[in-house]
C-alpha cells in the first residue's frame, strides 16, 4: 500500500472520527439535560466524574501501549505473535480495574449512600466494563490497522445510540435504580461495541469475498483467538519490549502529569477534543504505517518521508491555527460561556480567570498532540525508553513547580504548571522532529510559521473581542451579550478568512485530503 494511499484512509479515518465526536457530544448534551429532569446532580456527577475516570483510566493504562506499539508498522511482521500479544490487555484490565476499585472504594471518599446510592456496585460495573471492552482489542487494532473506516462508525455509533436509547428508558421508567441506570447502560454500550466487530469478522472471514482480501493476515476468525505453537514464541518480544517502554511513558503521563479541573477541562478542551483526538488517533496510523523505526529518514523511501513531512507540517499548521483561536477568542468570551453554561454562581467568581488560562493550555496542548502523534510513531525502543527519563524528571518538577504555583496564585498555577510541563514536551519532540529531518531536504517545522498578516488579524482581534467584553458583557443584560456575540463572530470570520488566503498550502491540503471522497472497497 502506497503512502499516497494510507494517507487518504488516515484522513478519511481522521474525519469519520470527527463526525463521531459531534455526535456523541450532541448525544450527550441532550441525555443529560434530559436526565437532569428525572436524577440528582449528585449522582449524574459522580458518574460524569467518578465512575466515568475509573473506566476511561482503566482502559488507558491496559491498551494505550499495546495500541502505540502493535499499530506501528512492519510489514514482515507475523500477526499471530501480534494478536497474542494484544490478548494481554485482558488481564492487565482484570488487574487495574480491580487495583483502582479497590483505590475508588477504600481511599476515596465515598459518596453518602442516602445521595448516591449503589456506589459500589457502579464501580464493580464501569471496572467490569472496561474489562469486556478489552475483549474486543485484537479486532479493533486489526481494523484500524487496515483503516476499516465504515466498520468504526458504524460500531461506534450503534454503540452510542443504543446506550442513550437504554438509558433514557431506564431513567424514565425505573428512576429509583439510580447508579444501576448508568451502569448497566455502561455495560451493554461495551458489549454491543466488541459485539459489532466481533460480527464484522466473523461475517467477512466467512464470506466468499475474505479470499480476494490479500492484505488481511487472518483468514478464519479461529486466527483472532491466542494462538500457542511450539514452534515460534508465543509473543513478538520487539514488539513486546516496544510495548512496555510506551506503557511506562502512559503510566507516567497518566498518573503524573495530567489534570486540570472537571467543568474548566470540559468546556475549555472541548474544541480540541472534537478536532484532534481523531486527528491524533488516525495520523499516528498514518506515520505508523509509512515510517520505519530503528532508522535514519535518509534509509527509507524518500517518497514516504516526504509525504509524511508534508503531512506533518500542515497537520502542525492546522493545531497551531485552532490552538490560536480558542486561545485569542477564549480569552475574551470565557465570562459569557460560564454564565451561559452554569450562571452567576460560575461567571462572578474565580472561574472566567481559570478558563482564559486554560485556553492558554489548549494551544499548547493541541501542538503537543500532533509533535507527539508523529515523534511516538518515528522514535525507535531506545529513544521512547530515553524519553522516558525525561518524562520521569519533568513529573518531579510538575509536581514541585505544581505546589509552589498553587500556593503563590491558587487554582490558576496548577494550569500554569500544565502549561509548562506541555511546553517541555513540546521541545522535546520539537527537537527529535527537527534531528529526524536535519538531513534532508523536508523542513515540516515550517509548519509553525504564520504569515505576518494572519498574526495581526489575530492581535488586532483580540484586542477588539477584549474592549468588547469590558464595554458589553456580562452584566448589561441580554442584548449587550448578543452585541459581544457579534463582535466576536465578527473578528471570528475575519481571521479565518484571512487564515484562508494566507495559508493556501494547508487549505490545499484540507481539500484535498479531509473534505473529497474517494472510491473506496467494501472493507473501508
Known amino acids: 500500500m502506497g503512502s499516497q494511499e494510507v494517507l487518504g484512509q488516515a484522513a478519511r479515518l481522521a474525519s469519520s472520527g470527527l463526525l463521531l465526536q459531534v455526535l456523541f457530544r450532541l448525544i450527550t448534551f441532550v441525555l443529560n439535560a434530559f436526565i437532569l429532569r428525572?436524577?440528582?446532580?449528585?449522582?449524574?456527577?459522580?458518574?460524569n466524574v467518578r465512575l466515568t475516570l475509573l473506566y476511561s483510566t482503566t482502559l488507558f493504562l491496559a491498551r494505550e501501549a499495546f495500541r502505540r506499539a502493535c499499530l506501528s508498522g512492519g510489514t514482515q511482521r507475523d500477526w499471530s505473535q501480534t494478536l497474542n500479544l494484544l490478548?494481554?490487555?485482558?488481564?492487565?484490565?482484570?488487574?487495574?480495574?480491580?487495583f483502582l476499585g479497590w483505590i475508588w472504594l477504600q481511599l476515596l471518599e465515598v459518596p453518602d449512600p442516602n445521595v448516591v446510592p449503589h456506589y459500589a456496585t457502579g464501580v464493580v460495573l464501569f471496572?467490569?466494563?472496561?474489562?469486556?471492552?478489552?475483549?474486543?482489542?485484537?479486532?479493533?487494532?486489526?481494523?484500524?490497522?487496515?483503516?476499516?473506516?465504515?466498520?468504526?462508525?458504524?460500531?461506534?455509533?450503534?454503540s452510542v445510540i443504543l446506550k442513550s436509547i437504554l438509558t433514557a428508558f431506564l431513567v424514565l421508567w425505573l428512576p429509583h435504580w439510580g447508579l444501576y441506570i448508568f451502569s448497566l447502560a455502561q455495560l451493554f454500550y461495551t458489549t454491543?461495541?466488541?459485539?459489532?466487530?466481533v460480527t464484522y469478522f466473523t461475517k467477512l472471514l466467512d464470506s466468499p469475498e475474505s479470499t480476494k482480501l490479500q492484505t488481511l493476515p487472518v483468514s478464519r476468525i479461529r486466527d483472532l483467538l491466542p494462538n500457542i505453537t511450539r514452534n515460534r514464541a508465543f509473543i513478538n518480544w520487539k514488539e513486546a519490549k516496544l510495548t512496555w517502554s510506551f506503557f511506562k511513558q502512559s503510566f507516567l503521563k497518566q498518573i503524573l502529569t495530567e489534570g486540570v479541573y472537571?467543568?474548566?477541562?470540559?468546556?475549555?478542551?472541548?474544541?480540541?477534543?472534537?478536532i484532534f483526538q481523531p486527528i491524533e488517533e488516525s495520523f499516528y496510523i498514518f506515520f505508523a504505517k509509512v515510517l520505519e523505526r530503528e532508522k535514519d529518514a535518509t534509509l527509507q523511501k524518500q517518497e514516504d518521508v516526504a509525504v509524511a513531512a508534508a503531512v506533518l507540517e500542515s497537520l502542525l499548521k492546522l493545531a497551531l491555527l485552532a490552538g490560536l483561536t480558542i486561545?485569542?477568542?477564549?480569552?475574551?468570551?470565557?465570562?459569557?460561556?460560564?454564565?451561559?453554561?452554569?450562571?452567576?454562581?460560575?461567571?462572578?467568581?474565580?472561574?472566567?480567570?481559570?478558563?482564559?488560562?486554560y485556553c492558554l493550555y489548549v494551544l499548547l496542548l493541541a501542538i503537543n498532540g500532533v509533535t507527539e502523534c508523529f515523534t511516538f510513531a518515528a522514535m525507535s525502543k531506545e529513544e521512547v525508553d530515553r524519553y522516558n527519563f525525561v518524562m520521569l524528571a519533568l513529573s518531579s518538577s510538575f509536581l514541585v513547580l505544581?505546589?509552589?504555583?498553587?500556593?503563590w496564585c491558587g487554582s490558576v498555577g496548577f494550569i500554569l504548571a500544565n502549561c509548562f510541563n506541555m511546553g517541555i514536551r513540546i521541545t522535546q519532540s520539537l527537537c527529535f522532529i527537527h534531528r529526524y529531518y536535519r538531513r534532508s531536504l523536508h523542513r515540516p517545522l515550517a509548519g509553525l510559521h504564520l504569515s505576518p498578516v494572519l498574526l495581526g488579524?489575530?492581535?488586532?482581534?483580540?484586542?477588539?473581542?477584549?474592549?468588547?467584553?469590558?464595554?458589553?458583557?456580562?452584566?448589561q443584560g441580554w442584548p449587550a451579550r448578543l452585541a459581544h456575540t457579534a463582535v466576536g463572530a465578527f473578528c471570528l470570520g475575519a481571521t479565518l478568512g484571512t487564515a484562508f488566503l494566507t495559508e493556501t498550502k494547508l487549505i490545499h491540503f484540507l481539500r484535498t485530503q479531509l473534505g473529497v471522497p474517494r472510491r473506496t472497497d467494501k472493507m473501508t
Open 327 to 357: 486561545t485569542v477568542f477564549g480569552f475574551a468570551y470565557s465570562q459569557l460561556a460560564l454564565d451561559i453554561y452554569g450562571g452567576a454562581m460560575l461567571s462572578s467568581g474565580y472561574g472566567p480567570v481559570l478558563l482564559r488560562s
Open 87 to 98: 490478548w494481554l490487555t485482558v488481564p492487565l484490565g482484570v488487574f487495574w480495574s480491580l
Open 457 to 475: 488579524t489575530f492581535a488586532l482581534s483580540g484586542g477588539v473581542t477584549a474592549v468588547s467584553e469590558v464595554l458589553l458583557c456580562c452584566e
Open 38 to 47: 428525572f436524577l440528582s446532580k449528585e449522582i449524574v456527577g459522580v458518574v
Open 127 to 158: 471496572g467490569l466494563s472496561a474489562v469486556v471492552e478489552l475483549l474486543g482489542e485484537p479486532f479493533w487494532v486489526l481494523a484500524q490497522a487496515h483503516m476499516f473506516v465504515k466498520l468504526k462508525v458504524i460500531a461506534e455509533s450503534l
Open 262 to 274: 472537571d467543568i474548566v477541562n470540559n468546556l475549555g478542551s472541548l474544541v480540541a477534543r472534537l
Open 402 to 407: 505544581s505546589y509552589l504555583l498553587t500556593r
Open 192 to 197: 454491543v461495541l466488541v459485539l459489532c466487530y
